[in-house]
């Protein structure tokens, strides 16, 4: 059973920078491509991006492009989202997701993902 585990959230001031990490067990982490998505209260699901098998990252959002950078590592069998100049509008719960089809015009909007994690808080105040 593949289990998906993020961890790495918490309380930060606008302009901090955080590093979220999403550990995958149970399966095969190299046939996976992966996805971060979150959700802020009262609103939708959003996907923020993903990385292919091959470390290529595709950005759901624009208003991360330039300050997340998405990153694996196939040694640790883990995803990072490495987030920079916080926003409050960041504010969510973050989620990691694999892909195990891969196919490329479903993930790179945000579906087709099979295997979700439980979510992580990021709060972004001053």
């Known amino acids: 059973q593949v289990h998906l585990a993020e961890s790495g959230g918490g309380l930060l001031q606008p302009g901090d920078s955080l590093r979220l990490s999403c550990e995958v067990s149970?399966?095969?982490?190299?046939?996976?491509?992966m996805g971060w998505f979150r959700q802020a209260p009262g609103k939708e699901r959003e996907f923020v991006g993903a990385?292919?098998?091959?470390?290529?990252?595709?950005y759901g959002l624009d208003s991360v492009k330039g300050r997340f950078t998405f990153s694996r590592d196939t040694t640790k069998s883990t995803l990072y989202l490495q987030m920079n100049s916080l926003e409050p509008g960041d504010t969510a719960v973050y989620y990691c997701a694999a892909s195990e089809t891969g196919i490329y015009s479903e993930y790179v909007r945000g579906r087709g993902y099979n295997y979700w994690g439980q979510g992580t808080q990021v709060t972004v105040s001053s």
């Open positions: 990385i292919s098998r091959s470390g290529g990252p595709i």
């Open positions: 149970g399966g095969s982490f190299r046939r996976y491509v």
